[in-house]
């Protein structure tokens, strides 16, 4: 691990992580970045494994490779009750990890989950490292000081190839949080008025940089909602420096070292910090924790957000021509009206889960808003844990007798309805609560009207039958 | 649509999509994905958005066309590289934008779609001469780096050297990489290399 070195110009974490895995850059050619951790699964990945048969090559490091099923895969009846389309893609994933030795969790066992809540749960993820996935919601994997990106298919062969991608450096972007989160504001809050702010495309070309003294206070698990959705404001990545609960949260996970080499790990990633000074060329925007709401998006991307006691903007009101347009195109496809607030809309479904918000503490705080009441009449609530491990832990809580209880769907883990590949999807028009990541046109389904929100809210929403404000159904 | 094709030279007539941050779930809907090969895809392109019978690749004046004009922020959200091989399948060649999502530009590059980043104002004049005729013709010549009006008049654009290298000549970015193998071993032995799956780095 690198050491500052007397004189040198300070640098940002970024700098260190990207420095430390140049494996050379060519003049006038993008630098061949290795890659020490890549995620892989059945919808991106197919077409990989034919082009290494195209080449007759096989994969260099399986043993710094890691494969699961999630986005396709049913969360209740297993893999039998599976199509012929959607099993030919598990089928595709089997046999290119028995064919290249690729460890693989399968459905159902033990370390299957979220690929983005599997890496982590593993102890796969961690410090200082760089990992790739074929998903964009790879920046998760940051929470820990690892520098994790999506990619596409064409870019997983060459990563099943080489071990390495050709890269050209992002910009450190700074996202300072003073301050604390008010009681009842949460990560995903965080998340959503920071992407509000910046708007979806206002972090393109960067890597964020999560910190202040209201992220060091975020648990492990709120700090992976934060990263997961630095892509929503076009970050490749969201970066926390770790500490010491990114230790303890690593501590005798399956896959982390163990022992010396453990403490050897924790030694090292002292520096994984971005030095005093060091300059952030992307940019830096500050905001105060304590004046962050619980939020809610009103319209069709995840920049499309508001306090959840607001009222949705009014494009009359618009000055820009192209946010008026957008504004005016999302209002009509949600079918809602500037200047009219959602709280007490009626809602058809709930969705907890994706890799946004399916861990055991954001099942915990939906179960403590439903513990005792009823998921409100003609409403669909769908709990989806991201693992079979953490589905395990929320039993052996009873969390899942407190969701049947109130009436919600108690599933097995996967992507679900957040991508709507699994046939769990909102129907066309019905208008859902989702702990979710986006709230693109047709993101749930066909037709599918998404508001994104935090655990608790969309719990509160469920519960009420309406959007309803987290605070106010204790 | 071999990703090892020449780029060659584009002169066409292009669709006018003046929609800002359209995202790939658009592009291709994630039912679609559900395939293990490239194939069929053009059927598929913004099949949402196609249910409107006049939604603008509906109409006949956008048969053939191989540039797409679109709004800024192109390309956002989910890293499925669906998204160009459908574009591409389709039959574009060149989208023009304000700006690319990053992982969209990625993908479109190893496919031979080429990102064509231009001021807001060569957007607007781009538009509105297709709104005049929608047969109007635009040229894209990437070994200059410019975008020709049909005026005549030139509008350059960045990219990056190796990029452009790979498309015009064909580099495979695998083979370029491949071609480095001895270098990637010695990284991994100066690391100590001999760990376990995700070592730390």
């Not at chain 1, 998760?140 to 890269?167: K, M, N, R, W």
């Not at chain 1, 969201?238 to 399956?254: C, N, Q, S, V, Y």
């Not at chain 1, 946004?356 to 503490?361: A, E, F, I, K, V």
């Amino acid at each position: 691990m690198s050491e500052a070195v007397a004189g040198a110009a300070p640098r940002t974490l970024l700098d260190k992580i990207w420095d430390a895995h140049v494996v050379v850059t060519e003049p006038g050619c993008p630098s061949v970045l290795y890659v020490d951790l890549h995620l892989v699964h059945e919808v991106t990945s197919p077409q990989a494994f034919s082009g290494l048969r195209a080449r007759g090559i096989g994969v260099r490091r399986p043993d710094r490779t890691l494969a699961t099923m999630d986005h396709i895969t049913p969360t209740r009846g297993g893999l039998a009750t599976l199509d012929a389309e959607s099993m030919k893609m598990v089928a595709a994933l089997e046999r290119g990890a028995a064919e290249f030795g690729i460890p693989l969790y399968r459905l159902g066992e033990r370390g299957n989950g979220i690929v983005h809540v599997m890496g982590p749960e593993l102890g796969a993820t961690r410090p200082g490292m760089t990992i790739v996935c074929g998903d964009s919601h790879t920046s998760t994997h940051g929470a820990f000081g690892a520098l994790a990106f999506g990619i596409g298919t064409s870019e997983v062969e060459h990563v099943l190839a080489t071990q390495c991608l050709l890269q050209r450096k992002p910009k450190a972007f700074e996202v300072r949080v003073d301050g604390r989160l008010a009681p009842g504001v949460s990560g995903k809050d965080l998340i959503l008025a920071v992407i509000a702010k910046l708007g979806i495309g206002g972090g393109t070309g960067s890597v964020f940089e999560f910190r202040g003294e209201a992220i060091s206070a975020l648990s492990m698990e709120a700090r992976m909602t934060v990263c997961n959705m630095s892509i929503e404001a076009g970050a490749r990545a969201g970066l926390i420096a770790p500490d010491a609960k990114t230790w303890e949260f690593l501590r005798g996970r399956p896959l982390a070292p163990k022992g010396e080499e453990f403490e050897a790990m924790v030694a090292a990633g002292s520096d994984l910090k971005s030095d005093e000074g060091a300059t952030f060329e992307g940019g830096s925007i500050v905001l105060d924790g304590w004046t962050i709401a619980p939020m809610i998006t009103w319209g069709t991307n995840p920049g499309m957000g508001m306090a959840i006691d607001a009222s949705v903007p009014d494009p009359a009101t618009m000055a820009d021509p192209g946010a008026k347009a957008m504004a005016e195109k999302a209002l009509k496809y949600m079918g809602f009206e500037g200047g009219q607030p959602l709280l007490g809309k009626a809602i058809d479904v709930v969705f907890i889960g994706s890799c946004t918000n399916s861990r055991l503490s954001d099942l915990q705080a939906a179960a403590d808003i439903v513990r005792g009441k009823k998921v409100a009449d003609g409403v669909r609530m769908l709990v989806v844990p991201g693992s079979v491990n953490i589905k395990r832990e929320a039993e052996a809580l009873g969390l899942d007798r407190i969701f049947m209880d109130a009436g919600a769907e108690w599933r097995d883990a996967g992507c679900s309805m957040c991508i709507a590949m699994n046939g769990d999807l909102v129907p066309p028009g019905q208008l859902a609560v989702s702990t979710s990541n986006r709230n693109f046109e047709g993101r749930q389904g066909p037709g599918s009207r998404t508001l994104l929100a935090s655990p608790a809210t969309a719990a509160a929403s469920a519960v009420r039958g309406a959007v309803a404000d987290p605070r106010e159904v204790a | 649509m071999s990703e090892r094709e020449k780029f060659g030279e584009v002169l066409s007539h292009a669709v006018p999509l003046a929609v800002d941050n359209i995202d790939t779930d658009q592009i291709i809907p994630a039912r679609f994905l559900r395939v293990t090969h490239k194939d069929g895809l053009a059927e598929v392109v913004f099949s949402d958005w196609r249910k409107d019978p006049d939604f603008v690749l509906n109409r006949p004046t956008s048969a053939g066309a191989k540039i797409l004009v679109a709004g800024d922020n192109f390309g956002c959200g989910s890293s499925r590289e669906h998204a160009p091989w459908a574009l591409v399948a389709w039959g574009f060649r060149v989208v023009v934008s304000t700006r690319f999502a990053d992982i969209f530009r990625n993908n479109a590059l190893k496919n031979g779609l080429l990102p064509v980043q231009v001021e807001a104002k060569v957007v607007q004049k781009m538009l509105a001469a297709i709104a005049d005729d929608p047969t109007t013709v635009f040229e894209v010549d990437l070994q200059r780096q410019v975008l020709v009006m049909p005026t005549g008049e030139p509008v350059r654009f960045p990219i990056d050297a190796f990029s452009k290298k790979c498309l015009l000549e064909g580099v495979d970015e695998l083979g370029y990489l491949l071609g480095h193998e001895a270098a990637i071993a010695a990284f991994e032995a100066r690391r100590g290399e001999a760990q376990p799956a995700g070592a730390s780095g």
